[in-house]
C-alpha cells in the first residue's frame, strides 16, 4: 500500500463531566458547541471507528487498513482484530465517574477481544485538582462495596493530588476517577469496556435505576484488582540534542507515550518500525515524513503507518507521541544508557520490573 501519514475522523463524546477546555484553552478548532468531554483522536472502538479524511484513502476505515496490511501499519509483525492504540484528550470540568476497566481476561468473557489498561498525562490541572486512584491497602470487598453503595468513595480510595506534567499509568482492574479542573490526554488499549459505580449516566446525567445499579457494583466488584495503587510520575528524559526534550512518559505491554519538546531551530529526526500517533499538545508545529511536510494544527493528530520507518519534528514543537513499544528496544535500553536504573524504569508502567 501507498502509505502516507493520515489524518483521522475523530469522535467527540459530550458527556455530562465536559467543559470547553478543548476548543478554549487547547485552540482544538471544528468542535460542536456545547460541553466536550472527549476527543477520540484514534479509534478503532466498533461504533466510533475512524476514518481517513483526506488522499487517495480517504474514506476508508482503520478497521479496514488494519486489516488490508497490519505490517504496514502497526508494524512489527503484529496481527490482530483491531488498531491496538485509542487516545483522546478529555476535559473533566467535573469529576468523572469512579470506574474501572476489565483486563484482557474477563474482556474475553465478555465476548470482547481486549480489555483496557490506561495511562492519563496531564496537561492542565487546576490548584487543588485531585484524582482517585485505586482502593487504600486493607480495604476488603465487603467495605468496597458499602462504600460504592453509600456513593463514600473517599473512605476507601487513594485521594491523590494532580500536576500537570505527571503521568499516571492505570492497569485495568484499577477503581478510579479524575476532575473536576484537569485536562488530560489518555492513551489506552482499544476498547470502551468499563463499569462504574453511579447513580447517574455520564453521557446525560439521567438517574439509573436501582437494580441495573446495583448489578453494576456487583460486576465492578467483580472485576476489581484489589493490588493496583499506582502513583504519578514525572517520566524519564532521553539525550537527543540541543534544543530537544524528549520524555517517556510511561510505558508497559499495551503502548508507550512520549513528550517531544522541539525549539525554535532545532529538529528531533526519529526512526521507527511501528505505528505512532502524534498529537500537538502545543502551537501549530511542522512534521516532515516520507518527503510530504504537514502542518499539525493545535490540538490535532495524525497517524504515522510503521511503513513510513521515520519522522523529523520541526521546532517550534510540543507533541505526544503514542506507539506499541518493544519493551527492550524501545524502553529499558535507551533508558539504561541514559543512566537510569531499573528501578526508575519500572515505574512508568508495568512489565518493567
Not at 485509542?86 to 481486549?114: C, M, S, W, Y
Amino acid at each position: 500500500m501507498d502509505w502516507y501519514p493520515l489524518r483521522l475522523t475523530t469522535p467527540v463524546k459530550q458527556h455530562v463531566f465536559g467543559g470547553r477546555a478543548v476548543p478554549d484553552r487547547l485552540g482544538r478548532t471544528g468542535l460542536p458547541p456545547g460541553r466536550i468531554a472527549e476527543t477520540w483522536e484514534v479509534s478503532d472502538v466498533d461504533g466510533d471507528g475512524a476514518r481517513v479524511r483526506e488522499g487517495p484513502l480517504s474514506g476508508v476505515s482503520l478497521r479496514e487498513l488494519t486489516e488490508r496490511d497490519p505490517q504496514g501499519l502497526v508494524g512489527r509483525g503484529w496481527r490482530g482484530p483491531r488498531f491496538p492504540l485509542l487516545t483522546k484528550f478529555i476535559d473533566a470540568a467535573a469529576p468523572l465517574p469512579v470506574h474501572l476497566h476489565p483486563d484482557d481476561r474477563a474482556a474475553r468473557g465478555q465476548g470482547e477481544p481486549n480489555g483496557k489498561t490506561e495511562a492519563w498525562h496531564v496537561l492542565e490541572a487546576e490548584p487543588g485538582a485531585t484524582a482517585l486512584v485505586g482502593v487504600r491497602q486493607g480495604v476488603s470487598r465487603d467495605e468496597l462495596r458499602h462504600a460504592l453503595l453509600e456513593q463514600d468513595f473517599d473512605a476507601v480510595m487513594r485521594r491523590l493530588p494532580v500536576r500537570a506534567g505527571q503521568t499516571l499509568y492505570v492497569p485495568a482492574g484499577t477503581l478510579h476517577s479524575f476532575g473536576p479542573g484537569t485536562l488530560v490526554y489518555e492513551i489506552e488499549q482499544t476498547s470502551d469496556l468499563q463499569e462504574h459505580a453511579m447513580r447517574h449516566r455520564m453521557e446525560d446525567g439521567s438517574a439509573v435505576p436501582d437494580e441495573e445499579w446495583h448489578a453494576n457494583i456487583e460486576a465492578l466488584l467483580e472485576r476489581w484488582k484489589p493490588d493496583r495503587r499506582p502513583d504519578f510520575v514525572p517520566g524519564l528524559r532521553l539525550p537527543v540534542a540541543d534544543g530537544v526534550d524528549r520524555v517517556v512518559l510511561c510505558a508497559g505491554p499495551y503502548f508507550a507515550l512520549e513528550r517531544w519538546r522541539v525549539r525554535r531551530g532545532a529538529a528531533l529526526d526519529h526512526a521507527f518500525d511501528t505505528a505512532h500517533v502524534v498529537s500537538n499538545a502545543g502551537a501549530p508545529a511542522a512534521l516532515t515524513c516520507a518527503g510530504r511536510t504537514l502542518e499539525l494544527d493545535r490540538a490535532q493528530t495524525v497517524l504515522l503507518p510503521a511503513a513510513l520507518g521515520g519522522v523529523r519534528v520541526h521546532g517550534t514543537a510540543d507533541v505526544l507521541v503514542g506507539y506499541l513499544p518493544d519493551l527492550d528496544h524501545d524502553i529499558r535500553e535507551p533508558l539504561a544508557r541514559a543512566g537510569y536504573g531499573p528501578s526508575a524504569v519500572a515505574t512508568l508502567g508495568e512489565g518493567l520490573g
